[in-house]
Each structure stands twice: as structure tokens, then as C-alpha cells.
């Protein structure tokens, strides 16, 4: 069982931006995707939840074996695909409470309801180890809200929808480093035999909190480079000049 | 937007469209009395000999008569939709001569099963005071609990208000809307029928809402209801209106008068949820009068119709007095909902507050027009004007018309006013979590509205997000 990306391309009003990516998931691995700005890290994320910005041209992406590319974006996460986003977006008026229940009562067979008591005890449970004050149930979805308190909402999301699949972007970009403690925990909670992670990330600091079983160096659309937790490190170092030098490439 | 536009969209039209189904059905006619088609002044004498109306009332609907023929259609300003109107095309009274009953088990079989249908004989068991049910051209039911009955609440139709009650009825009506108010008024003096009188007693607050339910039958028929609720010294009530008509192939006019007077210190809420069919022209006049201390709320929400022109008003005539109307509109493609708020501060200190919300979807248009005047005689005036229109997808149409005349210097008022969208991204990010785009719309659209739906009473505010939920996610996939 695995989320497997062979060979594919994609490209934004058509401008090519992946170009043959290939990456396989199984469940319960931590993959984490490394590479510097404009290498297609993030259009990764996107084409497979289903951003309709993006065309692609070839490959495919299956999940536990079900090709997933023609899916809508909504049955894709309903098939288990979550992404926390980088910037998520606001929804005004919405409250938190309300928008997870809903993504909840949307996973549900029609005319059955979501119980509504069960549902506030799992959702402080999982407030409580991202440490969230209940207030913010009440909050509309992301308005507001710091850096720090939507990532937090991001993994709370994460949590409360159980995928199988989580991909999280540039998840801890603008986090200070307790914030980015908490976040850990709660990505850390969820790692499982039953779930695979894409972390994708720029820095390595993540990495010390939340540890990959492997690590992929992207550039130019493609994976040019996988390793253990060790190439994170060595990127740290040495950053991503190697890339220009193409010392590492073939390593 | 994605290159499959048209599909999106349509989707989105027929996904944000509340449940009009609900009120999409029609009995066969059976009218004792029918004033036949086009407006004349036989049209008049017609229903005055009908409704056997006192020699004042039929004065007043000839002078209604001749001002709706003098005044030209308000298309300078207006939408030229209003052109469309075939007056001579339309039936002005129908009605089956009966007298409204006091227990629904004595309404006629296929009224009953309209209000049933409608859900209105449950409402009034469940939390209403009172009920009107009106069908076509009158009341065909109409109620009030005994407790209120005894403290001197009066809830009847308009012709028994005007008849029975002359000395309460006579002194204010017309007199907050004048006749020659605007064309639809004086139309609507000519031709008025049903509609409800409410007095309440100095200082009886009445705990639970009044309710009068508008229901069109027929084709080719206008409606043209007229009420007038006084409520005396210190008194408070709720009043709430819903309104439904089939779709006909043929336009359908919806014409009514309603004034409101609140004595010193009273306190009048008027609540609307109409839910027109998208043949129904909707144009309607309500004003309010508010003496010293006295509050008129005007809470309304406009869905559906082909057209809709309300500006609910509040003059404010005593000091201290207050003045508010929040209003929701939601227009689809092929309608117009062009709706607002006039708030005349005739005393000292008094205070207005206007929150309007609209939604475009697909071709639907929205137009708010606001009217705000404090003289500069006046100090110690306050008004809040907010206004917010949300456009799913980029054909819809908005405009704002805010006047505020505000002389002097011893005034505060503000004004804001914001257009959004369901943006793509926003869309994309509720969609991520699993939620169908028709969900995310609706989710959105509640977002958008959720703090206005608050303002209703909770009966309404349930039955309205249930509504739009409910048809934005059964309509896609």
C-alpha cells in the first residue's frame, strides 16, 4: 500500500514544472522532499490534491493502487490524500468547529449524521495536544489567525480527517521554534503503519522533530537525489550549490 | 476560473439556489369573486362593493387609483425591467367570500394542505402567538391565543382592522406611507386587500412572534396586501412574514403597504423570509415611525423573485428614538434584488444602524440603495451604514447606492461598504478537506450571511441555513 508518483509532468498555463517526477510512498514511511525555491516542491503538492491551475501532461499518481488524477479535489481528500498548506486559506464566517465538521459529515454515507457529542470530546482531544485554548472553535476558519495558529489549524485539520496520506508544505515556514515543537507532536502522533508522509520542506530544522525515514532532494521538477535522514544534514552544510556542480547528482 | 467555466457555473447557480421546490405547487382556482383582468375604476368599485368597504375607504382607493395612473414608472432611476409589468394583464382581487376562520379544521381542503405543505399550522403550535394565513386575495385563517386576545392585542385582516377598529386604525393609516409615496403604493391603496391590523395594548410585551403567512395561487394575480401595526405606549412585538407563490409561465405582482407605528417607548420588529418564485415581481413600500424611545427593526431577507424593490424605512420622530434594518439578499441568475434602507432622523438623538449583505450568483444582480438624512435643525444624530456584497462568479452584478445627507456638525455617521468573492483559493482549500464544491459554496455563502442569520429568530435562522445547505448540496453530483 503506497502513493505512487511515476514519471509525471505538469505545467502551469504551459510552462513545464514538473518534468518526470517519480516518488513512491508506502504507508507508514516519513518522506521528506528537499530542494531550493522554484523546483516544483510545492506544484507537487498541488497536482496531487487536484489544483485545476496545473495540467498534467503525463504519468500518473496512484493510491494503495487507484489512479487518482482524474478524481475531483474533494474525492481525492475523501480517498485519504490531506494537505496542509502552506497558506491556508481564510473562510470568513465559517467557524473552525463548524468547517472540520463539515469535511467530517462529508466523509459520512448520505443521511447519516455526525454525532455530535462524540465529535467535540475527539476534537479537544486533538486540541489539546496541538495545546489550542477552546476558544478557538469558535474562531472562523484561519481569519486572524498568526503564522503560527493556521499551521496549528493545518495539523488539527490533519488530524481530525485521518488520511492516509499527508503531505505537508513548507508546513514550518514562519513558525517560531515552539510552535514548530507542537506542530511536531502532533505530525509525531500521527505517524503510523497505516499512514505515509511527504514533508516538504526548505530547511532541515523540521527534520530534527520530525524524523524521515528518507529524504529526496527535488531540482528543475525532478527528484534528483534520495537519501536517509543524513542528507538533510549534509544539505544543511552545504546547501544546494551542489546542484549547479552536479556533484551529487549520481551519488 | 477553470476553463470549463459554463459548467462550474451552472452548477454553482442551481447549487446556491435555495429550496424553492418547497413552494413550487398550486391547487385548482375557486374563487367566488374575481375582479377580472386590467385595473380600471370599476376594478376599484369591484372590490369596494365586495369588501363592502365604508364610503372613506373607497374615497381612498380612488385617489390610490389616480395617483398610480399620474405617477410614471420610477425607470429613471429604476431598473426598466419595470416596463415588463402588463397591468392590464393582471387579476387584482380573487378570493372564495369566505371570512377567515379561527380553526384550521374549518379552512377548505386544498388551503389547508397549502399551509400544511408550508409548514405554518406546525409553526403555530410549536412557538407563534398568532397567525394570519393569507391565500390570493385574503385571509383565510387567522388567530391569536386567547391570553392576548384578552389583554386587548387585536390581530385581524385589514378590512376587519378598518371597519371594526376605525378609531385605532383610521387616525394612522396612510399616514406613515402616504398614498402618492411612490407608484407602487398608490397602486396598492387602489387595490389593497388583506394584509394584517395588530394593535398592542400600552406595555403588553408580547413574548412570542405574530406571524402572517403570504401565500399566491393563482396565475396572472397580484398581491396586494396592506398592514398596519400599532403598537401603543411601552408595548413590544414581533411580527414575521413569509411569503411563497408557484412558478407560472406568466409574470406575477406582489404589491404590498406596510406601516408601523411605535408609540413612546415601544418597540416593533418586523421580520420578512420571503422565498418568491422566479416570475414574481416584488414591489413593496414599508416604513416605520418611531416616537421618543420608541425602536422599529425591520429584519429582512430577500430570496428569490424576478424583481425586488424594498427599501424598508424608519422615521425617527421622537428623540432618542432608534431605527435599524438588517437585510440579506440573495439573487440568481434572472433576478434582481434591489433592496435598502431609508433612514429619516426627524428628532434629536437619534440613532440608525443599516447592515446589508447581498450575494450574487451566475447573472443575478444585487443593488443596495441607501437613503440617510438627518437635517441640520438636528443634533446628537447617529447613523451606521455597512454594506457587503459577495459575487460567486464573475458575471454577477452589484451596485451600491448609498445617499447620506447629513447637515450640521453634531452628527456621527459611517459608512462602509465591501465586495468579495468566493475566491478560487478559498474554494480549493474546503475542497481539499473533503468538502464538495457545492458544500464549500453554501459553507461560504453561511459564512458570509452567518452573523445577519443570527438576528433572526431562531425558528427562521435554522429553517434558512438548513434551506440553502441543504439545496447547495443535493444539487451537484
Not at chain 1, 486533538?126 to 469558535?138: I, Q
Not at chain 2, 429619516?344 to 444585487?366: D, F, L, Q
Request: aromatic share 8%; net charge negative.
Amino acid at each position: 500500500m503506497s502513493l505512487v508518483i511515476k514519471d509525471l509532468h505538469a505545467s502551469i498555463e504551459e510552462t513545464p514544472i514538473l518534468k518526470g517526477l517519480n516518488l513512491e510512498i508506502p504507508k507508514g514511511e516519513i518522506h521528506a522532499i528537499m530542494g531550493p525555491n522554484g523546483s516544483g516542491k510545492s506544484t507537487l503538492s498541488k497536482v496531487i490534491s487536484g489544483h485545476d491551475d496545473y495540467e498534467v501532461t503525463s504519468g500518473s499518481v496512484t493510491l494503495d493502487g487507484e489512479e487518482i488524477l482524474e478524481k475531483d479535489v474533494d474525492e481525492r481528500s475523501r480517498d485519504g490524500i490531506f494537505l496542509a498548506f502552506q497558506y491556508p486559506a481564510e473562510v470568513p464566517g465559517v467557524s473552525n468547529a463548524n468547517f472540520i465538521r463539515a469535511a467530517l459529515q462529508a466523509r459520512l454515507p448520505k443521511g447519516e449524521e455526525l454525532d455530535a457529542v462524540a465529535y467535540y470530546k475527539n476534537l479537544y482531544s486533538k486540541m489539546d495536544v496541538l495545546e489550542m485554548d477552546r476558544k478557538f472553535t469558535a474562531r472562523a476558519v484561519n481569519e486572524g489567525f498568526s503564522g503560527g495558529e493556521k499551521k496549528r489549524n493545518e495539523i488539527l485539520q490533519m488530524m481530525m480527517l485521518d488520511p492516509k496520506y499527508c503531505i505537508l508544505d513548507e508546513t514550518d515556514s514562519g513558525l517560531d521554534i515552539d510552535a514548530l515543537k507542537i506542530v511536531a507532536k502532533g505530525v509525531n502522533a500521527m505517524r503510523s503503519p497505516e499512514r505515509g508522509f511527504l514533508i516538504i520542506t526548505h530547511y532541515q530544522r523540521l527534520l530534527d522533530y520530525i524524523e524521515p525515514d528518507h529524504v529526496h532532494v527535488m531540482s528543475d521538477g525532478q527528484i534528483v537525489k534520495s537519501g536517509d535522514k543524513s542528507l538533510a544534514l549534509e544539505l544543511e552544510e552545504h546547501g544546494y550549490d551542489f546542484l549547479k556542480e552536479g556533484e551529487l547528482t549520481n551519488a | 476560473m477553470s476553463p470549463d467555466t459554463a459548467t462550474v457555473d451552472r452548477e454553482t447557480q442551481t447549487a446556491i439556489d435555495i429550496d424553492r421546490t418547497k413552494g413550487d405547487f398550486s391547487f385548482p382556482e375557486n374563487h367566488k369573486y374575481d375582479a377580472g383582468v386590467g385595473l380600471t375604476k370599476n376594478t376599484v368599485d369591484y372590490i369596494s362593493d365586495v369588501k363592502n368597504d365604508p364610503d372613506w375607504v373607497r374615497a381612498f382607493r380612488h385617489k390610490g387609483l389616480e395617483t398610480f395612473f399620474d405617477k410614471p414608472m420610477p425607470t429613471h432611476w429604476a431598473t426598466e425591467d419595470l416596463e415588463n409589468i402588463d397591468f392590464d394583464k393582471i387579476r387584482y382581487y380573487l378570493s372564495d367570500g369566505q371570512k377567515p376562520k379561527r380553526s384550521w379544521d374549518d379552512v377548505p381542503p386544498e388551503v389547508l394542505e397549502t399551509f400544511e405543505r408550508l409548514g405554518v399550522p406546525e409553526q403555530e403550535r410549536a412557538f407563534l402567538a398568532g397567525v394570519e394565513a393569507q391565500y390570493d386575495s385574503e385571509a383565510a385563517y387567522s388567530n391569536v391565543k386567547e391570553e392576548l386576545e384578552k389583554d386587548g392585542v387585536i390581530f385581524v385582516n385589514s378590512t376587519e382592522g378598518l371597519k371594526e377598529h376605525e378609531e385605532i386604525f383610521r387616525p394612522w393609516f396612510g399616514k406613515v406611507i402616504p398614498t402618492g409615496d411612490n407608484k407602487f403604493s398608490a397602486l396598492n391603496s387602489a387595490v389593497f386587500s388583506g394584509g394584517s391590523f395588530i394593535y398592542i395594548p400600552k406595555g403588553l410585551k408580547v413574548k412570542h412572534p405574530l406571524q402572517a403567512y403570504f401565500r399566491i395561487n393563482s396565475e396572472n394575480f397580484g398581491q396586494f396586501e396592506r398592514t398596519l401595526i400599532i403598537a401603543d405606549e411601552g408595548a413590544e412585538v414581533m411580527y414575521m412574514e413569509g411569503c411563497t407563490a408557484p412558478k407560472f409561465e406568466t409574470a406575477t405582482l406582489h404589491s404590498a403597504v406596510v406601516e408601523l407605528v411605535a408609540m413612546k417607548g415601544a418597540k416593533i420588529q418586523y421580520v420578512t423570509v420571503q422565498n418568491w418564485s422566479s416570475n414574481v415581481f416584488n414591489l413593496v413600500t414599508k416604513r416605520g415611525l418611531a416616537h421618543e424611545d420608541a425602536e422599529v427593526r425591520w429584519i429582512d431577507c430577500n430570496i428569490g423573485s424576478r424583481l425586488t424593490m424594498k427599501y424598508p424605512g424608519v422615521v425617527m420622530k421622537g428623540e432618542r428614538a432608534r431605527g435599524e434594518v438588517i437585510s440579506i439578499a440573495l439573487a440568481n441568475s434572472g433576478q434582481h434584488q434591489d433592496t435598502g434602507a431609508k433612514m429619516i432622523h426627524a428628532a434629536n438623538n437619534t440613532t440608525s444602524n443599516v447592515v446589508s449583505k447581498s450575494i450574487s450568483v451566475g447573472e443575478g444582480r444585487a443593488t443596495y440603495r441607501g437613503q440617510v438624512h438627518i437635517p441640520k435643525r438636528l443634533k446628537g444624530c447617529k447613523n451606521n451604514t455597512e454594506c457587503d456584497a459577495l459575487m460567486i462568479n464573475a458575471n454577477s452584478k452589484t451596485d451600491t447606492y448609498p445617499a447620506i445627507t447629513v447637515r450640521g456638525n453634531q452628527h456621527v455617521t459611517q459608512h462602509e461598504a465591501s465586495v468579495s468573492q468566493v475566491s478560487e483559493e478559498m474554494l480549493f482549500y474546503m475542497q481539499q478537506r473533503g468538502i464538495s464544491e457545492a458544500a464549500a459554496m453554501s459553507l461560504a455563502v453561511n459564512g458570509f450571511i452567518n452573523d445577519l442569520v443570527s438576528e433572526f429568530p431562531m425558528e427562521y435562522s435554522v429553517e434558512l441555513k438548513r434551506l440553502i445547505e441543504l439545496e447547495m448540496e443535493g444539487s451537484v453530483g
